[in-house]
C-alpha cells in the first residue's frame, strides 16, 4: 500500500526559508498535494504536482520532486507568522479506475520564530 | 470558486445518540466525494469513498453500518455515525472531486468537530 513519511516539527525564524520534506511510495502515476491546516480548520490546497514534474513554483511556495528518491519537499520562502500551521503531504495514485482518495503523511508543525 | 460546505462545524451529544454531518460543493458539481477522519495531532485517515447515485466504498476496518454515507445529489453528501460512543468522538472532513475533474485536486470543508459525552 501507500505511504507517507514527513517530519512532525520544523522552527524557523520569520523572513527565512522554510523547507519541509516528504517521502512516499511509488505507484505508476502519482498525484502529491501540499495542504496547510490551521488549528481547528479544515485543509487549504497549497499547490500540486504530477510525478512527471520536477518542479512547480507559485509566488513564496517551490515543490521539488525527486522522483528516484521518491522525496518531495515544499519551500516557503521569507516564512511569516501567518504561515504557522501543520503541512500536511499527500499522495494520490491514479488507478485508471477513477477517483482515488488520498493518503496523507502526519503532517509538518511549522513554527515560526519572531 | 471551489468551494466546500461542511455543517455543522461542531457537535456535541449524547452516548447512543446518531448524528448526521454534511457536506457540500456550493460552486460545482461533485460526483465523488471523500470522508476522512482526523484524531488529535494525527493524520487524516480516508473512511470512505462517496458516489452520487451507488453505494460508497469503505475502506477496511470502517463499520459501514456504523458510518452512514448518502450520496443523493452531485453536490451533496451526508455521513450519519449511528449509535454514537465516546470512541467516535473525532474531526470528520470531507472533501469533493469536481465532476469529470479525476486528475484534479480534491477541495477539503473545514471538518466537523464530533464529541459524544
Known amino acids: 500500500g501507500e505511504d507517507v513519511e514527513q517530519s512532525l516539527f520544523l522552527s524557523v525564524r520569520e523572513g527565512d526559508s522554510s523547507v519541509i520534506n516528504c517521502t512516499y511510495t511509488d505507484s505508476s502515476s502519482t498525484y502529491l498535494y501540499w495542504y496547510k491546516q490551521e488549528p481547528g480548520a479544515g485543509l487549504q490546497l497549497l499547490t500540486y504536482i504530477f510525478s512527471n514534474m520536477d518542479m512547480k513554483q507559485d509566488q513564496r511556495l517551490t515543490v521539488l520532486l525527486n522522483k528516484k528518491d521518491k522525496h518531495l519537499s515544499l519551500r516557503i520562502a521569507d516564512t511569516q507568522t501567518g504561515d504557522s500551521a501543520i503541512y500536511f503531504c499527500a499522495e494520490r495514485a491514479v488507478s485508471g479506475g477513477g477517483a482515488d482518495g488520498l493518503t496523507f503523511g502526519k503532517g509538518t508543525h511549522l513554527i515560526i520564530q519572531p | 470558486g471551489a468551494v466546500v460546505s461542511q455543517h455543522p462545524s461542531w457537535v456535541i451529544c449524547k452516548s447512543g445518540t446518531s448524528v448526521k454531518i454534511e457536506c457540500r460543493s456550493l460552486?460545482?458539481?461533485?460526483?465523488?466525494m471523500f470522508w476522512y477522519r482526523q484524531f488529535p495531532k494525527q493524520s487524516l485517515m480516508l473512511m470512505a469513498t462517496s458516489n452520487e447515485g451507488s453505494k460508497a466504498t469503505y475502506e477496511q476496518g470502517v463499520e459501514k453500518d456504523k458510518f452512514l454515507i448518502n450520496h443523493a445529489s452531485l453536490t451533496l453528501s451526508t455521513l450519519t455515525v449511528t449509535s454514537a460512543h465516546p470512541e467516535d468522538s473525532s474531526f470528520y472532513i470531507c472533501?469533493?472531486?469536481?465532476?469529470?475533474?479525476?486528475?484534479?485536486?480534491?477541495?477539503f470543508g473545514d471538518g466537523t468537530r464530533l464529541s459524544i459525552l
Open positions: 460552486d460545482f458539481q461533485a460526483t465523488t
Open positions: 472533501s469533493a472531486l469536481q465532476t469529470g475533474g479525476a486528475n484534479q485536486p480534491q477541495h
